[in-house]
């Protein structure tokens, strides 16, 4: 019997009841009590429950088409529990956020955790949170550090840069933006996805070239994590 095609997103079969519903009927509640709060109600429902019902739509709609992509059968999926908790928890950061590299880093977290499930569910729970957390500059500097043609650069003159100074040239933005920059190393390395020596920006340009950072193997597990599908 061949496997079951995801047509639609209702075919995912979603909770009756979504974390959309339940944040709702809070607001409902609030409204209900405050000063002409039927109008309220209405306006509120107009302007934020439909875009984020448009949000979370999407959501499925695009995991529904990259499972349809990979050929993967439905009847096994409907299952796999956690496949369903992982759907479930990147749903629930995909409402909060809009960010085009940090949706798209969910929905490739949803696939790569039924194609490749080889990473602990703790692990997948806190990868998660990351995305959630992080910027899409974090996810940039990431790409940048996991890739040596771009950190190192192909002329030799520029593996005797400071860290900083590289990420300057690759990316203008950060020429403007050192501390928000310095920012994104801190919380990388706090989250143990990169390590370094140095404890400042004054002592990684003192260093210059001799200054080293390395993603560490959970930084590389969150990075496959995330890949394109």
Do not use: C
């Amino acid at each position: 019997m061949p496997p079951k095609v995801i047509k639609e997103v209702k075919d995912l079969e979603p909770p009756e009841k979504t974390h959309l519903d339940i944040s709702w009927e809070g607001v409902k509640a609030l409204a209900e009590v405050l000063p002409a709060g039927s109008l309220l109600t209405y306006g509120l429902q107009q302007f934020i429950q439909q875009p984020l019902e448009k949000r979370m739509n999407q959501f499925y709609k695009e995991v529904a088409d990259a499972i349809n992509n990979h050929t993967l059968q439905i009847s096994e999926l409907s299952s796999n529990e956690r496949f369903v908790s992982i759907l479930l928890q990147a749903g629930n950061i995909y409402m909060r956020n809009h960010q085009v590299e940090k949706l798209k880093a969910l929905r490739n977290a949803v696939i790569n955790s039924i194609e490749t499930p080889t990473y602990d569910e703790s692990m997948q729970t806190v990868f998660l949170a990351l995305i959630d957390r992080f910027t899409h500059w974090h996810l940039h500097v990431l790409d940048i550090f996991a890739d040596p043609r771009i950190f190192h650069g192909e002329n030799k003159s520029f593996g005797r840069l400071s860290t900083i100074s590289r990420f300057e040239n690759i990316n203008p933005f950060f020429a403007t933006h050192r501390e928000f920059l310095e920012l994104i190393f801190s919380d990388l390395k706090s989250a143990r996805l990169i390590d370094y020596l140095w404890d400042s920006v004054e002592a990684d340009a003192m260093n210059r070239g001799l200054s080293s950072v390395e993603l560490t193997k959970i930084g590389r597990d969150f990075l496959e994590f995330i890949k394109p599908v």
